[in-house]
């Protein structure tokens, strides 16, 4: 413990005193590496070691489960027939081999750390203060090819897939126009609600006097957290364009050959207030939509696919197949596309083929399939949930660093490709509420 007090910070001085002798020593070549913030730029080879030793000190001693003895929480979770449930169900029960509310909508947020309870305030310094002072983007620096909008809609589309801390409110929509970061429903009505049980549910930050002058948003209302025992997420699967509960499934379905209904221009339907069928419109706007559209047209084409094939199979179980296909071409995206173009290093690169092919590679993979165990050939494909102790989970660190807002520039071009006569047509900028 004498080291660690001099070099470790407090927070971590507790975890580091649990570790084995071995682990202590990865803890400090991680470190040492650390204090130089460099490696990204180590031999490929070697950084890959460095990424593993960090996943092997983060699965031994940064994955806490929360929730463990409450009402939703993963001890309330049975095993189940996994023949008859081999397909994604509408609110995510039923992944899990031997627990069949791991993972599922309604469940808790895991942890990395445990919760740090300073001597500030929550209002101390003020949001706005942090937001103008330390997050404001004074100059947009354009990425180059590294990074463009549709890969910021395309993080959009995941993080309303995999997170959705529950509001505490009855709002079924929320519909946002593009940018116009304002909470607004399409009927321009304010959608907070003062009705629950006589308290307000709305929270309302306002800019303090001294940097109002800054910061374009004067107040901003959101929805509080619901408070179930330590919170509730949802942890879902394609529910971004599949719905997250039966009712919004059964919406988006077309019924007819497994598919999703789509409109006759490829682009998403809407209801008569303007607002996408789809299986997720919160926050949406053109980027965000047109990537449901896309995928639906992928599921479409994947059932159109197993038409040809398999004629016997019924609109039921050719959306199931359908949808478990669209569900691992989009995670096999995310993994070896998205995130490689995000952190743009050969480390990262080989890190994340790694992950899904294993060290032996894809053509091993393709060839032989999953026969040597995650280090081998990849993490997909895995006979048993390798959960490292505690029930899967996404956490609560993890839904706060995807916070990835400021991908976003501050105006969005919108035009019109189907107007011949002037091919730049500019769609008049949304006024800013
Ligand atoms: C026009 C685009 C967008 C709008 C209008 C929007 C709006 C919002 C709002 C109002 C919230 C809830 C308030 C809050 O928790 O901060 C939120 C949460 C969040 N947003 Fe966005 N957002 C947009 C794009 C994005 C993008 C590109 C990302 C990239 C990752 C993102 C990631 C998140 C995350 C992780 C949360 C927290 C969700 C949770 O914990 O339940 N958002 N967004």
């Known amino acids: 413990m004498g080291i660690t007090s001099s070099y470790v910070h407090p927070q971590l001085q507790h975890l580091v005193a649990k570790m084995t ?12 590496v650390d204090k130089f913030g460099a490696w990204h730029r180590l031999p490929v080879l070697i950084g890959l070691f460095y990424m593993g030793i960090r996943r092997h000190l983060h699965q031994r001693y940064n994955l806490m489960e929360v929730g463990s003895g409450s009402k939703s929480g993963s001890a309330t979770g049975r095993t189940y027939d996994t023949k008859e449930f081999c397909y994604r169900t509408a609110d995510g029960k039923c992944n899990h081999p031997n627990n069949h509310v791991i993972g599922s909508r309604g469940t808790f947020f895991g942890r990395n750390m445990l919760p740090f309870s300073s001597n500030y305030g929550l209002m101390d310094p003020h949001p706005s203060v942090v937001a103008t002072k330390l997050l404001a983007r004074k ?60 308290s307000e549910i709305c929270a309302e930050l306002r800019a303090p006097h001294e940097i109002a002058s800054a910061c374009p948003l004067k107040s901003f209302k959101f929805f509080k957290t619901k408070r179930i025992s330590t919170g509730e997420p949802d942890m879902k699967d394609g529910s971004v364009i599949y719905g997250n509960n039966e009712e919004g499934m059964r919406g988006v379905r077309a019924f007819k050959e497994g598919k999703l209904r789509i409109g006759g221009d490829g682009l998403l339907e809407h209801d008569e207030k303007w607002i996408p069928i789809s299986g997720d419109v919160r926050n949406c706007w053109a980027g965000f939509s047109l990537l449901q559209a896309l995928f639906v047209r992928e599921h479409n084409a994947v059932c159109d696919t197993l038409k ?126």
Request: hydrophobic share 40%; proline share 5%.
């Open 21 to 32: 002798l071995f682990d202590t020593f990865l803890f400090y070549v991680i470190h040492f």
């Open 308 to 433: 040809e094939h398999y004629p016997d199979l019924d609109d039921e179980k050719l959306y199931r197949y359908a949808r478990l296909v669209t569900s691992a071409v989009i995670a096999k995206i995310h993994t070896i596309d998205w995130t490689v173009e995000l952190l743009k290093t050969d480390t990262l690169l080989a890190g994340m083929r790694v992950n899904w092919y294993g060290l032996l590679g894809k053509r091993f993979k393709d060839l032989f399939g999953h026969i040597c165990g995650p280090v081998l050939s990849g993490l997909v494909g895995l006979r048993k949930p390798n959960d490292h102790g505690v029930p899967y989970s996404l956490t609560e660190e993890f839904s706060s660093v995807y916070k990835m807002h400021s991908l976003l520039p501050d105006k969005v071009i919108l035009r019109d490709i189907t107007n011949s006569t002037n091919p730049n047509y500019e769609c008049p900028p949304v006024s800013q509420e």
């Open 139 to 198: 100059k947009f620096i354009d990425t180059g090819e590294q990074f463009n909008m549709i890969a910021t809609s395309w993080i959009q589309f995941m993080i309303h897939d995999w997170i959705d801390h529950l509001e505490d409110t009855q709002q079924v929509n929320q519909f946002i126009l593009p940018l116009n970061l304002t909470l607004y429903s399409t009927s321009q009505a304010p959608i907070y609600d003062k009705t629950n049980q006589g």
